[in-house]
């Protein structure tokens, strides 16, 4: 059984920095896309940023370029997602999502929530004063 467990969220300050941690557990990390992905409250579901297990190839939405890096520690079956710069604008529910569909050097076809079926719980980030 695959399961996906973040942490790391919480309150910051606009400007402030948060790192989320995605432990993946119940396969091997290989040949996986695994996404970060957010919801803030009346919005729809968005993808921030996605890594490929086997060779860490890496996108961002446009939004988070710049802000945002995501990473692996496989020796962890850890993903990261450490956020700089933060704005109010990023306040959401961040989940890890991961899938073993065919990477895409467009980060559009990676967006898509339905591809993903592996869901961690997910955490709250909020960026207010």
């Known amino acids: 059984q695959v399961q996906l467990v973040e942490s790391g969220g919480g309150v910051v300050q606009p400007g402030g920095s948060l790192r989320l941690s995605c432990v993946v557990s119940?396969?091997?990390?290989?040949?996986?896309?695994i996404a970060w992905f957010r919801q803030a409250p009346g919005k729809e579901r968005e993808a921030v940023s996605c890594i490929h297990s086997k060779d860490s190839s890496t996108t961002y939405a446009t939004s988070v370029m710049g802000r945002f890096t995501i990473s692996k520690d496989d020796a962890r079956n850890t993903v990261y997602l450490e956020m700089n710069s933060l704005k109010s604008e990023d306040t959401a529910v961040y989940y890890c999502?991961?899938?073993?569909?065919?990477?895409?050097?467009?980060?559009?076809?990676?967006?898509?929530?339905?591809?993903?079926?592996?869901w961690g719980q997910g955490i709250l980030v909020t960026v207010s004063l």
């Open positions: 999502a991961a899938d073993p569909f065919p990477w895409d050097s467009d980060f559009d076809g990676l967006t898509n929530p339905s591809e993903y079926h592996y």
């Open positions: 119940g396969y091997t990390m290989d040949y996986y896309n």
